[in-house]
C-alpha cells in the first residue's frame, strides 16, 4: 500500500494553533500597551519637571533684579494668591499669578478655586504706570493681557500661595500640583474628585 504524507493540519491541531496565537498576540497587546502608558508618563514627568525648573530659574532671576515684593492680593482660603515684583523706584516689575487656561483670565474667584480646571502660572512684564494702577486697584489684573513666552504649561496649579518673612526679604512659595490633570473633569467640584495626584512643592526665594 502506498504511503502519504500528511501535511496539512487537521481542525484540532488548527483550533490549537490559532488559541495560542490569540494568547500570545493578547500579551503582546498588553506589553506595547503599558509600555506606551509608561513612556506617556515619563514623557509628562520630564515635561513637568522641565517647566518647574525654569519657573524656579525664572522666580530667581527675577527675584535678584526686582528686590521688593508684596503680595499683590491675598486669597488665602479662597483662591490662589498673586504676586508682584519691583524695583525700588518702581520704574518696573513682574506680576506672577494662575491662570485658568480655558478662559484666559485670572484664577481667583472663590467659587472657580474650588473647581476643576486647566490652571497654570503665568507671568508678565510689569510698566511704571501699570504698577501704579495694580496697587491702587488689585483687581484691575483681571483685564490685563498674558503671552505664551511666559507660561509654565506642564505646572497644573491646584493651589499656589505666598508668605514673606524677614521684612519680605524671602518670598516662601507653598503649591499644590496636579500632576494627572484630565481635560474631561474640568468644572468638576474638587471635593468630588479623588484627588491622590496632588503634590505639594515649597520653594524660597
Given at each position: 500500500m502506498k504511503k502519504t504524507n500528511r501535511s496539512a493540519l487537521t481542525l484540532v491541531e488548527?483550533?490549537?494553533?490559532?488559541?495560542?496565537s490569540v494568547i500570545?498576540?493578547?500579551?503582546?497587546?498588553n506589553f506595547i500597551a503599558?509600555?506606551?502608558?509608561?513612556?506617556?508618563?515619563?514623557?509628562a514627568e520630564w515635561r513637568f519637571q522641565e517647566d518647574f525648573v525654569n519657573f524656579n530659574g525664572v522666580l530667581n532671576n527675577y527675584r535678584n533684579i526686582f528686590l521688593t515684593g508684596s503680595i499683590l492680593i491675598d486669597n488665602t482660603g479662597t483662591g490662589s494668591d498673586?504676586?508682584?515684583l519691583t524695583n525700588?523706584?518702581?520704574?518696573?516689575?513682574?506680576?506672577?499669578?494662575?491662570?485658568?487656561?480655558?478662559?484666559?483670565?485670572?484664577?481667583?474667584?472663590?467659587s472657580e478655586y474650588n473647581r476643576y480646571y486647566d490652571k497654570v502660572i503665568w507671568y508678565r512684564d510689569l510698566s511704571a504706570s501699570e504698577i501704579v494702577e495694580l496697587e491702587s486697584?488689585?483687581?484691575?489684573?483681571?483685564h490685563y493681557s498674558f503671552f505664551s513666552d511666559k507660561l509654565f504649561d506642564e505646572i497644573k496649579v491646584v493651589d499656589f500661595q505666598l508668605e514673606f518673612y524677614?521684612?519680605?526679604?524671602v518670598i516662601d512659595v507653598n503649591m499644590?500640583?496636579?500632576?494627572?490633570?484630565?481635560?474631561?473633569?474640568?468644572?468638576?467640584?474638587m471635593s468630588d474628585l479623588e484627588l491622590n495626584i496632588i503634590k505639594k512643592y515649597n520653594l524660597n526665594f
Amino acid at each position: 500500500m502506498k504511503k502519504t504524507n500528511r501535511s496539512a493540519l487537521t481542525l484540532v491541531e488548527l483550533v490549537i494553533a490559532i488559541t495560542i496565537s490569540v494568547i500570545v498576540m493578547f500579551f503582546i497587546g498588553n506589553f506595547i500597551a503599558n509600555s506606551l502608558v509608561e513612556i506617556a508618563d515619563s514623557n509628562a514627568e520630564w515635561r513637568f519637571q522641565e517647566d518647574f525648573v525654569n519657573f524656579n530659574g525664572v522666580l530667581n532671576n527675577y527675584r535678584n533684579i526686582f528686590l521688593t515684593g508684596s503680595i499683590l492680593i491675598d486669597n488665602t482660603g479662597t483662591g490662589s494668591d498673586i504676586l508682584i515684583l519691583t524695583n525700588f523706584d518702581k520704574s518696573a516689575g513682574i506680576i506672577l499669578w494662575v491662570v485658568d487656561k480655558g478662559t484666559m483670565q485670572v484664577e481667583y474667584i472663590e467659587s472657580e478655586y474650588n473647581r476643576y480646571y486647566d490652571k497654570v502660572i503665568w507671568y508678565r512684564d510689569l510698566s511704571a504706570s501699570e504698577i501704579v494702577e495694580l496697587e491702587s486697584d488689585p483687581t484691575q489684573v483681571q483685564h490685563y493681557s498674558f503671552f505664551s513666552d511666559k507660561l509654565f504649561d506642564e505646572i497644573k496649579v491646584v493651589d499656589f500661595q505666598l508668605e514673606f518673612y524677614n521684612n519680605g526679604e524671602v518670598i516662601d512659595v507653598n503649591m499644590e500640583v496636579n500632576k494627572d490633570y484630565k481635560s474631561d473633569l474640568n468644572g468638576t467640584s474638587m471635593s468630588d474628585l479623588e484627588l491622590n495626584i496632588i503634590k505639594k512643592y515649597n520653594l524660597n526665594f
